[in-house]
Every structure is written in C-alpha cells, then in structure tokens.
C-alpha cells in the first residue's frame, strides 16, 4: 500500500537512496534537506517526489515547514529522521559553532520536526517514526565525542518518545537504525577504508523491511555493520 513518507537528509547519503528506492515503490516521498538544488533535481528525476528545502538547525524553519506539510498532506504514514552532521572533535579546543552545528542538526532540529508531525500522527492515531541513529550513540569513541553525544542524545530520546506514544495508547510505531560504516559524505576527506563500507543503497534496505514490516509489530532498533 502506498504511504506518505517524509525523509530528511534527502539529498544525499542514506536519505537520497532511499527517496530513489520509496518512489520505486509508489510511495509518496517528502524530502527535506537543506540543499534547494539537489532536492529539485531529485523531485524531477523521480515520481513521487516533493521537495521543502529546510534548515534543522533553525527550529522556527523547521515548524514553519511541518506547517506547510501537514496542510498539504494531512495523512503522513512514516517520518524518517535521517538528516546528521558529524566530524572530529578535540574537547580542548571544541568551538561553540561546532558543537551547534552538530547537536541543532543531530537532536535539536530532530525533536522539533517529531514534535509537530507526531501532533498530525496522534490525531490520526497512526504513524511510524524511524530515527537513523549510529553504533556511536551506544559506544563512543574519541575522535568525535560531540557527534558520539549527539547519538546518545537522540538514544535517549527514542527510548522515551517509545515509552510516552505507548502510554497514550496510541497507534504508533518507533524504531531506531543504527548504520556502521556507510559510504557516505559523512567522511569527508578523512582517511577512511570507504571500500569496505556499507553503500547507502544497503541502508535503504534496511529502511525498507522496517516501514513494510507489518503494523501489528513494531522494529525497537537494528544495528547495521559491514560483512566486508
């Protein structure tokens, strides 16, 4: 059955390989990315595409664009929170600028987008919610203890996100990915064995078996690393 599907991070990565295989489908894809440009390509290049160009690190952007959204699309079926910044960190010498970029995009950005869509989803009560978290986010590691944070952070929060649309008794499902080394932009120019990475269109795979699995069992977390 076609669903309605938001994915940030759309423009590259994970999240572009997904929007390419959910159109595929038939599903209805509403990307999300801060790059405007890329967004309007991928909307012509495949079916079923929307493009809202948004900022997650802006928290009145990030609620203006759930408003648009919704109006729009008064049934959404599944918000897959993609979108993370990540790179190296030295404790001693961590800029504020640093430490926003990664955790407004990584948490901050992440809470407020869930916060208005799961509003839509407990009035229709129904939803799934997939939060693409990382191994880093149960055990960190010293190259890059802000995004390690921002991982725990977001832990924390699906546990609890769970826990509370659970107590209401609402139909809604929350599942939580977590990618090893995937072949992405993440690395940037950073020396890394990107050949023995998992490529995006694997996690994809992954995002797929959680959102088609059936609605009367709901996927808490898979952990995701490379056989290579």
């Not at 090893?180 to 120019?189: A, E, F, L, P, S």
Request: hydrophobic share 40%.
């Amino acid at each position: 059955m076609s669903k309605t599907i938001i994915i940030t991070g759309s423009s590259s990565g994970i999240g572009k390989a997904a929007v390419e295989l959910m159109s595929k489908d038939g599903h209805r894809i509403l990307m999300l990315s801060r790059n405007k440009k890329t967004l309007e390509a991928l909307a012509k290049k495949n079916q079923n595409c929307a493009a809202f160009p948004c900022d997650l690190r802006d928290a009145k952007a990030v609620a203006q664009t759930a408003k648009i959204i919704t109006k729009k699309f008064p049934q959404i079926d599944v918000l897959v929170n993609n979108a993370g910044v990540g790179f190296p960190t030295r404790l001693d010498e961590i800029k504020e600028k640093e430490y926003d970029d990664i955790m407004d995009t990584n948490v901050k950005g992440l809470v407020f987008l869930t916060r208005e869509i799961l509003k839509q989803m407990k009035k229709n009560d129904s939803g799934h919610i997939i939060n693409v978290s990382s191994p880093a986010g149960v055990q960190a590691n010293p190259v890059a203890p802000i995004y390690c944070a921002s991982k725990f952070a977001l832990e924390g929060y699906t546990q609890g996100l769970r826990m509370q649309v659970k107590e209401e008794k609402k139909n809604i499902r929350v599942s939580l990915v977590r990618p090893g080394g995937v072949d992405t932009n993440y690395w940037g120019k950073r020396e890394a064995p990107r050949e023995k990475f998992m490529t995006p269109q694997e996690m994809a795979l992954v995002l797929k078996f959680i959102i088609d699995y059936p609605e009367q069992s709901n996927v808490f977390d898979i952990t995701m690393e490379s056989a290579r």
